[in-house]
């Protein structure tokens, strides 16, 4: 953040004149280049489903489950290397360009490591699905789609870890101009390899994972190359540190990821079980599920960007020791999280039938079902989102005042311990359907968020009292 962003900060948080609009301008300046960056990556999945919904049923339920799966792993290598950025943010405010490279060769090192195991957890995955009462057929024709997709783990977390680097060195222009050439480029290998063109076979179903795997590996060269082009960038990708092994930064890498990581894992597992459940509920309420989680994942990302940037803010505040500023940014944080899922909210329940058909035709035989369902999911979305934007922002603001293991403690209580057994109650042994499922699914999420606001308003405010000398009370000293 610039000199005058944090004197901004600063100097309103001091006089308190306009300090909603002057600090919302300040926290939406760094959030609004995330978040766009956010939605380009998500439309690749989104890509996808679209064009497994003009497929037919099982093929969207299928794929569906087998993304998933493959997200659950993705967002858990992810959090392994989110530490990156912070990392090297840190050793670039120290001058070190060496431990800059050594971070970038660990974040490859462990981004690597996740790689090579989930490419093959995601392979043998199918037996256990079968165990835990998927459709046989379902789980036959997912297993075709992981068998082409769970390779493209490696690239897809490689450029994971290229884009926490480069967060961290304040450059982040080049991942959103790679991320949208992306976009482009899934449209067209879908079309291309689905239906066959200019030669090429018509792969049909498996068009979908291949065109995946080749846009995260173009994604990832792509990265590779723009950086090499960057005089700024490229010292750091092109040092020996960075093709040199560093057991402190490794470790540094595993010690702040690790948390993150887990966190992440618990927040999708939750996602991904509920799936299984509605699994059991037939090949409809799956298609159903898919698209939903979809349109729910692409505005989860206004909430990603916001939880970035309100945790950035609130370090540097709590680096100046200003937990009043820290307090009051990680609540206007989660106030624009609110406002814009609200806005959203609207719009899903004012034309809930036109959203539904940009993922999957009611025309196309036997969607009518589908259709039906999700539009009737999308209503219990409209509130179910607000929750999910204050917890994501809630992780990220607990993660600016240094607190990394509460969210994940937190996530097991509101997502396994809560959310999972009213989903199950609810869908399953109260017989109320997929729409019992998602209103158990958006009691996990309220719970989980009013218990990480609590947290952090707590430690925040114990915070300022010992910064201030302050006595600070024994129930809050641990």
Same mark, same amino acid.
């Given at each position: +953040?610039?000199?005058? =962003?944090?004197?901004?900060?600063?100097?309103?948080?001091?006089?308190?004149?306009? $300090?909603?609009?002057? #600090?919302?301008?300040?926290?939406?300046?760094?959030?609004?280049?995330?978040?766009?960056?956010?939605?380009?990556?998500?439309?690749?999945?989104?890509?996808?489903?679209?064009?497994?919904?003009?497929?037919?049923?099982?093929?969207?339920?299928?794929?569906?489950?087998?993304?998933?799966?493959?997200n659950q792993l993705r967002t858990t290598g992810t959090g392994m290397v989110t530490g990156v950025s912070n990392l090297v943010a840190e050793a670039q405010a120290q001058g070190d360009r060496q431990r800059v490279g050594a971070l970038l060769f660990a974040g490859f090192f462990w981004a690597t490591v996740?790689?090579?195991?989930?490419?093959?957890?995601?392979?043998?995955?199918?037996?256990?699905?079968?165990?835990?009462?998927?459709?046989?057929?379902?789980?036959?024709?997912?297993?075709?789609?992981?068998?082409?997709?769970?390779? !493209? +783990?490696?690239?897809?977390?490689?450029?994971?870890?290229?884009?926490?680097?480069?967060?961290?060195? &304040?450059? /982040?222009?080049?991942?959103?101009?790679?991320?949208?050439?992306?976009?482009?480029?899934?449209? *067209?290998?879908?079309?291309?390899?689905?239906?066959?063109?200019?030669?090429?076979?018509?792969?049909?179903?498996?068009?979908?994972?291949?065109?995946?795997?080749?846009?995260?590996?173009?994604?990832?060269?792509?990265?590779?190359?723009?950086?090499?082009?960057?005089?700024?960038?490229? /010292?750091?990708?092109?040092?020996?540190?960075? &093709?040199? $092994? #560093?057991?402190?930064?490794?470790?540094?890498? $595993? &010690?702040?990821?690790? /948390?993150?990581?887990?966190?992440?894992?618990?927040?999708?597992?939750?996602?991904?079980?509920?799936?299984?459940?509605?699994?059991?509920?037939?090949?409809?309420?799956?298609?159903?599920?898919?698209?939903?989680?979809?349109?729910?994942?692409?505005?989860? +990302?206004?909430?990603? !960007?916001?939880?970035?940037?309100?945790?950035?803010?609130?370090?540097?505040?709590?680096?100046?020791?200003?937990?009043?500023?820290? @307090?009051?940014? !990680?609540?206007?944080?989660?106030? $624009?999280?609110?406002?814009?899922?609200?806005?959203?909210?609207?719009?899903?329940?004012?034309?809930?039938?036109?959203?539904?058909?940009?993922?999957?035709?009611?025309?196309?035989? %036997?969607?009518?079902?589908?259709?039906?369902?999700?539009?009737?999911?999308?209503?219990?979305?409209?509130?179910?989102?607000?929750?999910?934007?204050?917890? #994501?922002?809630? #992780?990220?603001?607990?993660?600016?005042?240094?607190?990394?293991? *509460?969210?994940? @403690?937190?996530?097991?209580?509101?997502?396994?311990?809560? %959310?999972?057994?009213?989903?199950?109650?609810?869908?399953?042994?109260? =017989?109320? !359907?997929?729409?019992?499922?998602?209103?158990?699914?958006?009691? %996990?999420?309220?719970?989980?968020?009013?218990?990480? +606001?609590?947290?952090?308003? &707590?430690?925040?405010?114990?915070?300022?009292?010992?910064?201030?000398?302050?006595?600070?009370?024994?129930?809050?000293?641990?």
């Amino acid at each position: +953040m610039s000199t005058t =962003d944090t004197a901004g900060t600063s100097d309103t948080a001091q006089t308190g004149g306009g $300090w909603w609009a002057d #600090n919302s301008r300040v926290l939406l300046k760094l959030a609004l280049p995330l978040i766009l960056t956010n939605f380009a990556h998500v439309a690749l999945t989104t890509v996808d489903i679209v064009m497994l919904g003009r497929l037919g049923a099982l093929e969207i339920a299928a794929a569906g489950l087998a993304i998933a799966l493959f997200n659950q792993l993705r967002t858990t290598g992810t959090g392994m290397v989110t530490g990156v950025s912070n990392l090297v943010a840190e050793a670039q405010a120290q001058g070190d360009r060496q431990r800059v490279g050594a971070l970038l060769f660990a974040g490859f090192f462990w981004a690597t490591v996740c790689g090579v195991v989930f490419c093959a957890a995601l392979w043998l995955v199918g037996p256990l699905l079968v165990l835990l009462g998927q459709d046989p057929a379902v789980v036959d024709k997912a297993g075709e789609f992981l068998m082409v997709l769970a390779p !493209g +783990m490696l690239p897809c977390l490689w450029f994971q870890n290229l884009r926490h680097f480069t967060t961290g060195l &304040r450059r /982040p222009g080049p991942l959103l101009a790679v991320t949208l050439a992306s976009v482009g480029a899934a449209i *067209g290998l879908n079309h291309v390899l689905i239906h066959g063109r200019f030669g090429l076979p018509a792969f049909g179903f498996t068009g979908v994972a291949i065109a995946t795997v080749t846009v995260f590996l173009l994604s990832f060269l792509a990265f590779i190359a723009v950086i090499l082009r960057d005089s700024a960038l490229r /010292p750091c990708l092109t040092s020996p540190e960075a &093709r040199r $092994w #560093n057991g402190d930064a490794v470790r540094s890498v $595993w &010690r702040l990821g690790l /948390p993150i990581s887990g966190t992440y894992a618990s927040e999708a597992g939750f996602f991904s079980v509920l799936t299984l459940v509605v699994g059991t509920l037939g090949v409809d309420a799956l298609a159903a599920q898919t698209v939903l989680n979809q349109i729910v994942y692409i505005v989860f +990302m206004i909430s990603a !960007g916001l939880s970035h940037a309100a945790s950035v803010h609130i370090s540097e505040a709590g680096g100046r020791s200003d937990y009043v500023t820290a @307090r009051r940014m !990680g609540l206007l944080g989660t106030a $624009w999280g609110v406002i814009a899922t609200l806005v959203i909210a609207v719009v899903y329940l004012v034309i809930p039938d036109p959203i539904v058909s940009l993922f999957i035709s009611a025309e196309h035989a %036997g969607n009518a079902d589908i259709v039906a369902l999700t539009v009737t999911g999308l209503l219990i979305a409209a509130l179910m989102q607000v929750f999910d934007a204050v917890q #994501n922002i809630g #992780n990220g603001i607990l993660r600016g005042i240094g607190d990394t293991a *509460g969210p994940f @403690r937190i996530s097991l209580v509101g997502y396994w311990l809560i %959310g999972l057994p009213a989903g199950y109650l609810l869908g399953v042994s109260a =017989d109320w !359907g997929v729409e019992g499922v998602w209103i158990g699914q958006t009691i %996990g999420l309220a719970a989980t968020a009013a218990i990480l +606001m609590a947290t952090f308003l &707590r430690h925040v405010g114990r915070l300022h009292r010992a910064a201030s000398g302050a006595p600070v009370p024994d129930s809050e000293s641990s």
